[in-house]
């Protein structure tokens, strides 16, 4: 953490605007994860919103912001992404309010009395005294300035402006211009685009096309093309350079001026038609009033009981809002096949998000989920291959596994209607089978030729540690699909497969635990040390222990053994076989040490994915009590309602949906039919399913001593099993936990949750 | 040949207008090859220009048109291919003039006075009485309708016509639609777009940007949507439907409208400043002129003595037409990253083009041949693969080896400056190492792991036979090109690799010669049959000789043994080594044996690539004679200066530079930086090459008797040799043949062309 200047945060209720009826989405507070390593994005977007509007203040910031109050604002843009590392993407369309000279193409000012709530940026351009309000449609931002300077004023379309620039052709995670155009239609019009290549996911081009109307005529226009300007020159032709208008407002000074810009990735004649249909009138509260009805619609599936703290609930609800951001509902959108069926951008990136954002879509949005998922499967049929990672219409930066995989899986076990298993498990068998070729970063299966004939991931290829632990899953997963759908050799073949991370699991003993997934080279024999950097001429190797973190001393980020953890967290991420893990360890109670070790000597790393289940674990070994322990533990050291409060990249909703689960005493086994019980922090959480049926959690006697689960009724029937099957959500119902101050003797002790060996 | 109504071939100097001063580009008739096989395209293009606009009369014709008089004419549309065979692609923003009712997006007429030059084309739509002319700019096309029906006159530009149209998505080498837009902008201006994908390399989508403008104002139009007018309505946003404009013309009988169309694959604007630059008047034949003077001053690069026929002239001076309207230049154009250097699109295909288009290009153009291979090296960098076929921006179909590498060794080789040959190693390199992935008709090598693990494409893989011969030569390619950079390791690799047809050689006999590429599977057996269709039943096997066709009966087209030939032809394609190839075969008499089976009996395909070399082998044998006979024949009965007169698909030129390469008495081994020496059609032919000298070829009393070269000067010396250094010809000289009626003893004789196992 820098130690720059913070905005105090401000109560929501006290914002100037009137929030519409409904409840839930007050709660909301779109500033938990932008500081620390959160990366969330502030600014007004609807659920899976197409446009998200925002203030860009630090170029490689990966949403364009940093809550740094000393950091000026250069330009408000209309793409964001939300959460992500690695490189930043988009930050397109740069429009910027500004008084004084027009003498070069650059403004910038710092801000003061920033309001960030669900729907709403506003803040005020101290340097030109301009108020800049912004709220959003799905396809068009709403902006309400505000001159009170009596000089010159004037708003800039900056075409040339993006996130993480960089001249160098393909450099890596960051972005290249490619081209831009602006067309001044009228003078109360421009329209344009600009392309850009790279970002994160080091994708394709990707046009983002604009049209910008204004309630007010501008009296008179510049263009520039590369810097020069051009005045009165309408029209900039794309030749390759980075264009832009300059609109000159006489007697503004008091006066507002509103600017509605829609974006396409179509057209800029489609951008139009995306605010003359989503925004037809003037009126910016109106609208800010049917984004917060859209959020509400979704928020209010949730309702908890009224004694949680406000704490909690805008912990709860910002959860909520951080998983619906993306990925984004492009549909209609395509610019590259038929736009007849959904298409969803930003997947960014499924393996993050796979594991608890997904379910939670499915759980209180599963019409939205059956869209995603058809989206991805258009993009195999059309693309060659499933998304790991896309993002501006471009497949690219797999991490480990072929995780849409578990995401097609986790939608068929949970009786997702409207999908087309049969083109799942296509879809799923070309990464299983067809090595992704000339770019294994881009999508399916890096290592794939390895994995296929020895059973892993050799050291020849880079991530041969997770590559092989997360394969086995997404194998588990296809072999789930295909026994489905009655297609039995694929599932024979593919269940064996996914005891292949037992290829790489070594007897080797680290920090009193046993049994280690460990590196092994192509000819079968384990690798004890790793080369790294050279010193004096002399190449030095480091020991390959479970605890050694090769990555990015020695080699580079992407290129070590595991990726972005140690052998530590990914030796205990078998999400389909814990009982043959445990088994594996030593037995229950060598597991349960060694769980605890993980815990207590900091090899957990809360930020990161893999180990999201981990803390669940106890839950195989009968005491789900531990897990409970262990989850609030967790909760309560590293997240809070504060800007700071997600201790690491909230990855897309990743973190968030991780949370929310949790606070309502649930949780994922993604790709498998149930969820794992814990202990709520609400006495009742009513989910009101798309169904139509009401889904109820009550923690009787829950308190801050009454935190173990003594006993369990479902529909006032006895339930001792520390897991419930989906399907007995979507009945409806009433879960009633009994809380007592001791751990159960009895509740979740017998039967355990699924593992495969126990078939 | 279907029967179908021909129009008479009518003298050129016949028609209206005047030509430009020069000689060469009258020669030039754009209708050999329109009819038969040919699939050339008839309308006006500049060289290598990328807009190509011309009539449609038949939507699944390569380059939509026929000459079939019976086929009504439904449109001109601003992009075709030339010489292609498979499916069609493009037919782009489809123009047409019609009188008469209005109530139909359906127009079309029969033609009659067809008039079709270089530079020109011109016809009468009977049914409308109107008369239509096109010529052409590089991105700018300019029509010229003459209405004489009193009747209401109008223009249609329809943007939901394009050629192979199908609804299935991704229908196999069919176009795919996908949106379009169109904005009547002023009462003498419409702009627009249509998005097509797929098409004969199943390529991503493509949007072809185009802007209209007309001398005269329409006065009034209706637009349309999915088959429904919306008249006067000036906008429609791409919805995923077609859409077009009309624009009705008052009093238009006995007047003419001027109709200029720019194309771009940037936006509409650029394509309007595409007309701008490159058409800023109104003279349709001042345009013409300008047309005509870029093609002299390619085609009076290559002068013939004046006792040459008119037929000759003509078949010489439209091969070399051919062999230069594609690629096509986009410069400029590149939607998918910076454009700051050359770009070119529509290699299709490199495998067919390699052999004889690029090394004619390199002769007469090679700053052209170097923009175009660097166009390539950053089609490697950007996609990730050399294209071996690409359109509409997408690298797509490969059907044999990854020869891109032939063309970028043929450049080295032949000293072509101002290419980064590290990088096309890199290139190279690529292809040879890394299997493409999910999509192998895609890019690079199809069945490279087999390649590289057992030295041959095992009948696991389709077209393992062609794939291993291909392979060979690329090695031998990229061998060659480390060397000369002084990368040992991969030479030495490769140049070993570059033996590995020999790994298919079966010693078998077939017709008295012994020696085939035979099919051979995974374990190492000689595959004896083939599995083919099943009847009543019971799987029939047929027996798989080197005379056997698996496809398209019992395989698919592209999944045969050999692509498009038997074992045959590809069993003499072995450019690197024939000396090999001979000794293989038994030595140099069973080889000319060989040879004279090959053509008599009809074993040899004249309309296919593989076998382009084949009649040069006698070359090898000390039998320049004998080539040259073989080649005369060859010619004489299969080409000549008709519509019919090519005797397969032209291949983007591919036949055409075969023939005009033959006729000049050269014939190159391309990847090698020599042209093997053959009797010529001219008495005299002068290269004027760009480096400013001269290289003339006479051949001294040249006669249908004394057709066999008794002996040679270059340059005054005795050359006795049958092949001459690309070095000896950019040098400038003469190289003078002395014809006689006898072969000769000597010359030709003692020195071969060089072979791999020579060295």
Not at 34 to 56: A, H, Q, R, T, W
Not at 439 to 444: H, I, R, T, V
Request: overall charge negative; hydrophobic content about 35%.
């Amino acid at each position: 953490m820098k130690g720059f200047k913070l905005l105090p945060l401000v109560c929501l209720t006290l914002l100037s605007f009137e929030y519409a009826s409904g409840q839930n989405f007050k709660y909301v507070d779109p500033r938990i994860g932008s500081e620390g390593l959160g990366n969330v994005f502030i600014g007004p977007s609807c659920p899976y919103g197409m446009i998200k509007p925002g203030p860009d203040n630090d170029l490689h910031a990966n949403s364009g912001y940093t809550a740094d109050l000393d950091e000026p604002i250069y330009g408000f843009s209309q793409t964001h992404v939300s959460g992500t590392g690695g490189g930043a993407k988009y930050g397109n369309v740069s429009v910027m309010p500004f008084s004084g000279e027009f003498n070069s193409i650059k403004q910038e000012s710092l801000r003061d009395n920033e309001k960030i709530a669900i729907g709403y940026y506003g803040a005020r351009l101290s340097k030109y005294d301009i108020q800049t309000e912004i709220t959003t449609s799905d396809r068009a931002a709403f902006y309400r300035f505000k001159f009170n300077s009596e000089s010159k004023n004037a708003v800039k379309i900056d075409l040339g402006r993006y996130l993480d620039e960089s001249n160098l052709p393909d450099g890596r995670e960051t972005q290249q211009f490619v081209g831009s155009q602006v067309e001044v239609v009228s003078n109360t019009e421009v329209r344009g685009y600009t392309k850009i290549r790279g970002g994160w996911n080091n994708g394709g081009a990707y046009t983002v096309y604009f049209s910008a109307v204004f309630d007010k005529p501008f009296s008179n226009f510049s263009t520039w093309k590369d810097s020069v300007f051009y005045p009165n020159e309408a029209v900039q032709v794309d030749e390759g350079e980075k264009t832009g208008a300059m609109l000159f407002f006489d007697d503004l000074s008091g006066k507002i001026v509103n600017m509605k810009i829609g974006i396409s990735f179509i057209s800029s004649l489609k951008a139009k038609q995306n605010i003359d249909k989503e925004i037809p009138h003037w009126d910016f509260e109106k609208e800010l009033v049917e984004t917060q009805l859209k959020w509400e619609d979704l928020l209010s599936r949730v309702e908890v009981d009224s004694e949680a703290t406000t704490d909690q609930k805008t912990m709860l609800y910002t959860g909520l809002y951080h998983t619906m951001l993306m990925p984004v509902d492009r549909t209609g959108e395509n610019p590259l096949w038929e736009n007849n069926g959904p298409y969803y951008d930003d997947f960014y990136a499924i393996w993050d998000t796979y594991r608890s954002s997904s379910p939670l879509i499915t759980l209180l949005n599963p019409s939205r989920e059956v869209d995603i998922v058809n989206a991805m499967l258009q993009i195999y049929k059309r693309d060659g291959y499933l998304p790991d990672a896309r993002s501006g219409n471009s497949n690219g930066r797999t991490q480990g596994g072929s995780n849409a995989e578990v995401v097609i899986a986790d939608a068929f076990v949970k009786g997702l209607k409207g999908i087309n298993y049969k083109l799942g498990l296509e879809a799923m068998m070309k990464d299983a089978m067809y090595p992704p070729g000339g770019n294994e970063e881009k999508e399916g299966r890096g290592g794939l030729v390895d994995y296929n004939r020895l059973g892993y991931v050799s050291t020849d290829y880079v991530r041969s540690g997770n590559r092989t632990v997360e394969y086995a899953y997404n194998d588990y997963c296809l072999a789930i699909v295909a026994k489905g759908i009655k297609r039995k050799g694929e599932y024979w073949r593919f269940i064996k497969q996914s005891d292949n991370w037992q290829n790489l699991w070594r007897d080797i003993e680290d920090n009193g635990s046993r049994g280690f997934i460990m590196p092994k080279n192509a000819r079968g024999k384990w690798v004890d040390s790793i080369q790294c950097a050279a010193t004096n001429g002399k190449i030095n190797y480091v020991p390959y222990t479970p605890l050694a973190q090769d990555w990015p001393n020695c080699v580079c980020w992407w290129c070590g053994v595991f990726y972005e953890a140690s052998s530590w967290e990914y030796s205990l991420s078998i999400p389909h076989d814990v009982a043959m893990l445990i088994q594996k360890s030593g037995g229950n109670e060598a597991f349960e040490k060694r769980l605890n070790t993980f815990f207590r000597e900091g090899f957990y790393n809360v930020a990161n994915e893999p180990s999201f289940l981990t803390p669940n674990l106890y839950h195989w070994l009968g005491r789900p009590d531990l897990s409970s322990d262990r989850i609030h533990k967790i909760i309560d050291e590293n997240y809070n309602a504060g800007a700071a409060g997600i201790p690491g990249n909230d990855d897309s909703g990743a973190m968030s949906s991780w949370l929310a689960f949790h606070m309502m005493g649930l949780y994922p086994n993604a790709g498998q039919s149930y969820y794992l019980i814990n202990t709520p922090y609400f006495k009742e959480t009513i989910i009101h399913q798309e169904n139509g049926k009401d889904f109820i959690i009550k923690a009787k006697n829950l308190s801050s001593k009454n935190k173990y689960i003594k006993s369990a009724l479902l529909n006032q029937k006895p339930f001792n099993t520390a897991f419930i099957e989906h399907e007995d959500i979507i009945n409806g119902g009433v879960l009633e936990l009994i809380m007592s101050d001791k751990p159960s003797n009895k509740w979740g002790k017998t039967i355990v949750p699924p593992s495969k060996s126990d078939y």
